[in-house]
Nanobody
Framework: QVQLVESGGGLVQPGGSLRLSCVAS????????RAWYRQAPGKQRELVAG???????NYADSVRGRFTISRENAKNTVYLQMTSLKPEDTAVYYC????????WGQGTQVTVSS
């Protein structure tokens, strides 16, 4: 079993930055695929960014060049650095891990508003 706990969400003005963190505990390994998803009100959950165990990254077109995903295996932690935030980035952001199973965090709210 794997537990994921996100932190770092909040309210930020357009153009601002935030960094999300997700700490994993339990049966997690460095080979686990990690990712961030988000879900805005009335919309489906979508992939924001993912990172493999060897550091390969993929991004949604809407965030490429503004967001950066990284991982620190020694701390079982994955980060999402978000810059140049836009109101349309407002959503609940979920941490995701895939190993022998699929695991989700509880979500953290990100609100971009002036």
């Amino acid at each position: 079993q794997v537990q994921l706990v996100e932190s770092g969400g909040g309210l930020v003005q357009p153009g601002g930055s935030l960094r999300l963190s997700c700490v994993a505990s339990g049966r997690i390994s460095s080979t686990t695929y990690r990712a961030w998803y988000r879900q805005a009100p009335g919309k489906q959950r979508e992939l924001v960014a993912g990172i493999t165990s060897d550091g390969s990254r993929n991004y949604a077109d809407s965030v490429r060049g503004r967001f950066t995903i990284s991982r620190e295996n020694a701390k079982n932690t994955v980060y999402l650095q978000m810059t140049s935030l836009k109101p349309e980035d407002t959503a609940v952001y979920y941490c995701y891990a895939q190993s022998l199973g699929i695991y989700w965090g509880q979500g953290t709210q990100v609100t971009v508003s002036s």
